[in-house]
């Protein structure tokens, strides 16, 4: 593996890292994020991609921390950002779990 490249959790393909979506989980508070410095995790910019990992919670394995709703919200956010074919992840409302 090139030293700029990561491996996609959820296809395993490598990719170049600035292609990959980041997921973080920081230190010491091992609360899950978009940015920081941490364990982290890639995912492709890709709607599959980012579905199954949320469907097989492959995130939280791989980070071995709890995932929350809003993290893949701003993911999607991300993908919708970044490629303006998406359209059905709209109806998705943000889910609002209590506790952290
Ligand atoms: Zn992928």
């Known amino acids: 593996?090139?030293?700029?490249?990561?491996?996609?959790?959820?296809?395993?393909?490598?990719?170049?890292?600035?292609?990959?979506?980041?997921?973080?989980?920081?230190?010491?508070?091992?609360a899950v994020q978009l940015d920081g410095m941490g364990r982290s995790v890639y995912l492709c910019r890709k709607p599959t991609c980012l579905e199954l990992a949320q469907k097989k919670d492959r995130l939280g394995r791989s980070l071995k921390a709890v995932v929350p709703p809003e993290i893949y919200h701003g993911l999607w956010q991300h993908l919708s950002a970044s490629d303006t074919i998406v359209g059905s992840t709209a109806s998705k409302g943000s889910v609002v779990e209590s506790g952290k």
Request: aromatic share 6%.
């Open 1 to 30: 593996m090139q030293p700029n490249y990561r491996r996609c959790v959820s296809c395993r393909q490598v990719a170049p890292k600035a292609d990959l979506l980041r997921i973080v989980r920081v230190f010491p508070s091992r």
